[in-house]
Each structure stands twice: as C-alpha cells, then as structure tokens.
C-alpha cells in the first residue's frame, strides 16, 4: 500500500485545507507552500514569490518519460509563453523519483519548455498536494488557492481534436474575474514514480 | 450403423487438427471488445458476479503497466477460475490502440481485454470509479457481489495482487 505523508516543514503559514493522505487538493484549497531548487540550475524557487508576482500561478507535474506528459510538452508551452503576458507565471514540477535533474533540465531544452521547471527530491511537494500523475495541473489564485484542479484538455493524441481547453478556459476565466467552468477535470496520465 | 460411419470419419478428418492445437503455443488473448462509459458496469462487471473479478486498466504506452502484466498473469495462476475472474481493460487512445493485441499475444496474457472507448477519458474515469483520478495502472478487485472491496493504485507485484484477490476471496483458505 502507498502511504503519503505530509511533512510539517511544508506548511509556512498556508496549513488550512492540507489534504488528507490520498487526496489531491481541490478547487478552493489552500496549497501547501514550497521551496523548491530549479532543474536546470539547481536555484531554489518559492511559491510564495510567485504568488505575490502574479495573478495567477499554475503548477503542472510533469515527467521526461511519461508519454501523457510529452504529448502536451508543445501545449504548456504555448500555455506558458501566451499567458506570461498576461500575469500568469506556469511552472512545472518533477516528482519522479526515476528522473533526476540534469535529465529534466536536458528533457525541457530539447522539447522547448521554457518555463521554469522545478525538481521535487523525495516527492514531498507531489505528497503534500496530493499530486499522482503526470501531467496534472494546480492553479492558484495569488493567497495559494486552487482554482482549477485536473488536466490540460481532454485530447491526449492531438491538439487540433482539443473541444475541452479546461486549463485555457480556467485560465480565462480567472483573468476575466469569472469562476472557472470546470474547476475539476480528469484524464489519463503516468503515476509519478515516488521514492 | 451409418451414423457411426461418420462419426468414426469425422474423427479421422479432425485428428489431425486437434493434435497440432494440443502441441500449439499458448492460446493469445481474446480479441479486444470496445466499453462505453454507460456500458462498464454491465459488460465488465456484472457478468462476473458470482466471482471475484480483479479490473486492470492499463496502456501500452504506460511502463509500469507493462512491467506489472508478468506479476499479474502470476497471481491469477493461484486462484480457480470458478472462484475468480481477471478482466483487462486497455484505456489505449485510438492511436496506440492497435498495439494492444500484439502486446498481450508477445506476453502470452490469457485475459479478455476491453477496449475503453470515450473520446473524452473523463466520463470513462468516473463510469469506473469517481475517487480513481485516472492515473495508470489501477485495479479493482470486487467481490462476489461486484462491489468494490479493494483499490490498487500504482504498479503492483505478484503478492500484492494474490493479497488482495484473497482478501476479497475470505481469507486464506
């Protein structure tokens, strides 16, 4: 049996609404706050700074060898870049035990991720968020509140078969200053690879 | 007289075909059925009831679901089929989707597999089971009754797997 645990040392200040072991957070939790290092660099990376910076901060669990999460590597990115513009930072997460940094530094190089990708030593992030698969989206509002919880759309083989943009239209409407249509969505995806 | 004539003659004509199936490789899967969202419960579970059927939903695309088959095949080797039932279901999209016979033919999988067909996973997801968030591989175990006694999440082992078919059995007999 997998046996989450959430560690104390995440809370900082964000503990209401931690979610049970097995749970990932829901629209309307608060997340747990993290520091984590970049993939690439190695430079610890705060969600509380992103959150104070943006509008909106969208957290994605990623993988380099989950198939689900490379075939929407062309579309985070287009994500990312379109909604920078717009007071929306994207950042992902690599939980996957099997996947160290210097790979998943490598992975978004070689797929054109340009945006920041954070690596989660000993998934204590994808515990403490209940975080199971990739790719698997949080957005937060600016106090760390999930608005949307679940998948980028519902079209795994092809962007041009997309007619569920559920992270776009979260997106959309979080800017707009409307409530998110679907705040919680399902697919298909890899289950990240813990410790 | 005649009739036995021509029972003794279509034994002579089938001999020969029934020896080389006897000496044949293991029999490959079944062939892939498509299941509807609406259709799960009816055409995967309920004719099982009466058994234990363990549910493995899975994709040729997924490592761990790939690397779990061996175990599984395993396991069920442990139970009579009279007392439990193992039933795949391939969550494939239509372009990977081909794969799926070769691949249970390569790993000798005995196992009926379904095709899930949705074009939107979601609903399939919640048909099956509204807690599973659809990460891959998941399995059901439910019992004689077809009520869910066991969810397991991630890639299993061959005890893991024979673990929870027991439990769901009653224990060790």
Redesign the interface.
Known sequence: M?IRLVSASLALGLALGAPAAGD?LKAGAVAPGFTLPAAGDGKPVALKELLAANKAVAVIFVAT?C??SNAYNGRMAAIAKEYAGKGVAVVGINSNATEPAAEVADHAKKHGLDFQILKDPGNKVADAWGA??TP?VFLLDPKGVVLYHG?ID?S???PKDV??PDFRNALDAILAGKPVPKAE????????KRA | MHDQARLKGAARLLAPAVLALSLAPAAAAEPVKLVKPEQYRSRVVAPKKGRVLLVNFWATWCDPCREEMPALVSAAKGFPSRDVAVVLVSTDTPKTASAVPRFLSQLRVPFVCWQAKSRDPQPFIDSVDRSWDGSLPYTLVYDRKGEIVAKLAGRQTEASFSEALTKALGGPR
């Open positions: 997998r990932a060898k198939p689900v199971t698969k698997e998948r519902e795994q083989d092809d007619r569920s969505t399902k697919a298909f995806g890899c289950t990240i």
